[in-house]
């Protein structure tokens, strides 16, 4: 079964192409499920204060009385409340996907939605995550004269460096000039005001979500997607929004930028698209997966269009020089510009290898370097250092393989070299040495523009939901716990079972039995 096709201009049919009033949408199921979801993010915002990555002193909830919500039973009921709110969201995303199976919600009303959710959680202090302190903490440092490529944030002593996360204190930024830029401009700002810093680079990423709202319905359209789809699978996505708005990571930006180029290029706005591409690879380098792609995108163009005015296409070696040539010429003016304006040079590129650090079974050199040592050490006495250097260099090679036969593979069409982006996103995802959950939203905003299967889409939900689920609040991993990876597990089966199923688990009352057993072609018109 694949997605139901939307109206021509995007609206589901049973709308009529004629969006409903707000007392009207909030009346109907989707609009229960966003209020829902508006909940449970007050929720996490709230819970937040008490067990999400606070600041390590933190004399703003002292001077509030709210001190206690850190320790104690004040931090098990923070993480309570945390935990039911993040589940709530869920809960609301898939009641929300069953409306969109069934087109009894509109684009339009999707995207009200997103502000909805969105909106608590930008006075939220960063959760699952303490990325954000090392984004203040580089941008001080170029704030202060220093080269962030060159030294880490501990060569910068004060406030921001004491909240940065031990194991990137010393570690040299790994983005790009923008985003150096943005952590110069906001702690010029700010000061060493961790709270006001937070919250004005929380506001930075929020073009990169405008963008993505606006990007992916025209993406999906020109795909063969549905839009709906698109903007519930990659928009509304609790991953999405609780870890790169409510987490404050560059995903949001970056992503928000690729996809939007990508959707120029498709649209034959070929310098526009390779620019905001380029200014995505100067905030994180993974966007400049997209540009070797999007050279065949420009050929294909190129070679119509002559066909189409009565030409003889250039031959395509000749067409490739010349769309490749003038592809990197907008990169490299737009990459030089943020990096002269930034005055840093090129040295975050080995800083990329930073992320080695991070060891968790999200990444398949782990996967194989745990297996190894695990089966292998009552007799060989293997540890995972050295086991791990050799998995990692083994994935690398294979990595590197695969994206230039992938790359040489997708390109006859179009359709063909976006599928492309998609398949060297997951091989990088996969294959790198470290993985983090909010890593699978870069292919994951690419895969929404495409048809998918209902059964497809409940794999997405089931993963989405695992992997919201296996970090804590305070950005510590719960991979390694057993009982919460058991949990996660639980739930994300349930949220992927719910979104064909109303009630999986056959809690109801007898007389919602026709509901919980209705099929997602019956949901339109099954309330529960």
Same mark, same amino acid.
């Given at each position: 079964?694949?997605?139901?096709?939307?109206?021509?201009?995007? #609206?589901?049919?049973?709308?009529?192409?004629?969006?409903?009033?707000?007392?009207?949408?909030?009346?109907?199921?989707?609009?229960?499920?966003?209020?829902?979801?508006?909940?449970?993010?007050?929720?996490?915002?709230?819970?937040?204060?008490?067990?999400?990555?606070? #600041?390590? !002193?933190?004399?703003?909830?002292?001077?509030?009385?709210?001190? &206690?919500?850190?320790?104690?039973?004040?931090?098990?009921?923070?993480?309570?409340?945390?935990?039911?709110?993040?589940?709530?969201?869920? @809960?609301?995303?898939?009641?929300?996907?069953?409306?969109?199976?069934?087109?009894?919600?509109?684009?339009?009303?999707?995207? /009200?939605?997103?502000?909805? &959710?969105?909106?608590?959680?930008?006075?939220?202090?960063?959760?699952?995550?303490?990325?954000?302190?090392?984004?203040?903490?580089?941008?001080?440092?170029?704030?202060?004269?220093?080269?962030?490529?060159?030294?880490?944030?501990?060569?910068?002593?004060?406030?921001?460096?004491?909240?940065?996360?031990?194991?990137?204190?010393?570690?040299?930024?790994?983005?790009?000039?923008? $985003?150096?830029?943005?952590? !110069?401009?906001?702690?010029?700002?700010?000061?060493?005001?961790?709270?006001?810093?937070?919250?004005?680079?929380?506001?930075?990423?929020?073009?990169?979500?405008?963008?993505?709202? &606006? @990007?992916?319905?025209?993406?999906?359209?020109?795909?063969?997607?549905?839009?709906?789809?698109?903007?519930?699978?990659?928009?509304?996505?609790?991953?999405?929004?609780?870890?790169?708005?409510?987490?404050?990571?560059?995903?949001?930006?970056? +992503?928000?930028?690729?996809?939007?180029?990508?959707?120029?290029?498709?649209?034959?706005?070929?310098?526009?698209?390779?620019?905001?591409?380029?200014?995505?690879?100067?905030?994180?380098?993974?966007?400049?997966?997209?540009?070797?792609?999007?050279?065949?995108? /420009?050929?294909?163009?190129?070679?119509?269009?002559?066909?189409?005015?009565?030409?003889? =296409?250039?031959?395509?070696?000749?067409?490739?020089?010349?769309?490749?040539?003038?592809?990197?010429?907008?990169?490299?003016?737009?990459?030089?510009?943020?990096?002269?304006?930034?005055?840093?040079?090129?040295?975050?590129?080995?800083?990329?290898?930073?992320?080695?650090?991070?060891?968790?079974?999200?990444?398949?050199?782990?996967?194989?370097?745990?297996?190894?040592? +695990?089966?292998?050490?009552?007799?060989?006495?293997?540890?995972?250092?050295? +086991?791990?250097?050799?998995?990692?260099?083994?994935?690398?090679?294979?990595?590197?393989?695969?994206?230039?036969?992938?790359?040489?593979?997708?390109?006859?069409?179009?359709?063909?070299?976006?599928?492309?982006?998609?398949?060297?996103?997951?091989?990088?995802?996969?294959?790198?040495?470290?993985?983090?959950? /909010?890593?699978?939203? &870069?292919?994951?905003?690419?895969?929404?523009?495409?048809?998918?299967?209902?059964?497809?889409?409940?794999?997405?939900?089931?993963? $989405?939901?695992?992997?919201?689920?296996?970090?804590? =609040?305070?950005?510590?991993?719960?991979?390694?716990?057993?009982?919460?990876?058991?949990?996660?597990?639980?739930? @994300?089966?349930?949220? @992927?079972? $719910?979104?064909?199923?109303?009630?999986?688990?056959?809690?109801?009352?007898? $007389?919602?039995?026709?509901?919980?057993?209705?099929?997602?072609?019956?949901?339109?018109?099954?309330?529960?």
């Amino acid at each position: 079964m694949t997605s139901p096709t939307p109206a021509a201009d995007g #609206r589901p049919a049973t709308t009529g192409g004629r969006p409903r009033a707000i007392a009207d949408f909030l009346r109907c199921d989707a609009g229960h499920a966003a209020v829902l979801g508006f909940i449970g993010a007050v929720m996490i915002t709230f819970g937040g204060f008490g067990s999400g990555a606070v #600041r390590r !002193q933190d004399p703003l909830l002292e001077d509030l009385h709210l001190s &206690w919500l850190r320790f104690g039973h004040g931090l098990v009921l923070s993480t309570a409340i945390v935990w039911i709110g993040v589940l709530l969201m869920i @809960a609301a995303w898939v009641r929300l996907g069953r409306a969109v199976l069934a087109d009894d919600v509109t684009v339009g009303e999707l995207r /009200w939605t997103v502000p909805a &959710w969105t909106a608590p959680m930008l006075l939220a202090v960063p959760m699952f995550s303490r990325d954000a302190f090392s984004y203040l903490a580089q941008g001080a440092l170029l704030r202060d004269g220093y080269d962030p490529y060159a030294v880490g944030p501990v060569a910068n002593p004060g406030v921001l460096l004491d909240n940065v996360s031990n194991v990137w204190t010393t570690t040299t930024a790994p983005y790009g000039p923008i $985003s150096l830029l943005l952590g !110069q401009g906001i702690t010029t700002i700010t000061g060493d005001n961790v709270i006001a810093g937070t919250m004005l680079l929380r506001l930075t990423m929020l073009p990169g979500l405008a963008l993505m709202m &606006w @990007a992916l319905p025209r993406l999906a359209r020109q795909l063969g997607g549905n839009p709906a789809v698109a903007l519930w699978l990659a928009v509304l996505n609790p991953l999405i929004l609780i870890h790169l708005i409510g987490g404050v990571h560059n995903e949001m930006l970056m +992503v928000g930028l690729m996809v939007a180029g990508i959707t120029l290029v498709l649209d034959r706005h070929h310098v526009a698209g390779i620019a905001l591409v380029a200014l995505g690879v100067a905030v994180k380098a993974m966007a400049g997966v997209a540009l070797p792609f999007l050279v065949w995108i /420009w050929m294909i163009h190129e070679r119509d269009r002559a066909r189409d005015e009565g030409r003889e =296409p250039p031959s395509p070696l000749a067409l490739f020089a010349r769309t490749a040539g003038a592809g990197v010429g907008v990169f490299a003016a737009i990459f030089a510009a943020a990096s002269l304006i930034a005055g840093v040079g090129l040295g975050w590129l080995t800083a990329l290898s930073g992320s080695a650090k991070i060891i968790n079974w999200l990444s398949l050199p782990t996967i194989m370097a745990h297996a190894v040592t +695990v089966g292998t050490s009552w007799f060989t006495g293997l540890r995972l250092g050295p +086991v791990l250097e050799v998995t990692r260099a083994i994935c690398a090679v294979a990595m590197v393989v695969i994206l230039v036969a992938v790359w040489w593979r997708f390109r006859k069409t179009p359709r063909q070299a976006v599928l492309g982006i998609l398949v060297a996103l997951v091989v990088i995802v996969v294959l790198s040495p470290a993985a983090l959950p /909010w890593y699978y939203s &870069w292919p994951l905003a690419i895969a929404a523009g495409f048809a998918m299967s209902t059964t497809t889409l409940v794999i997405l939900v089931g993963l $989405s939901t695992w992997l919201m689920l296996v970090f804590q =609040p305070d950005g510590s991993i719960g991979l390694y716990t057993l009982p919460h990876v058991l949990l996660a597990t639980f739930a @994300a089966v349930v949220a @992927a079972r $719910s979104l064909v199923t109303v009630d999986p688990l056959r809690i109801r009352s007898v $007389s919602s039995t026709a509901a919980a057993d209705a099929p997602v072609s019956d949901l339109a018109t099954v309330r529960d």
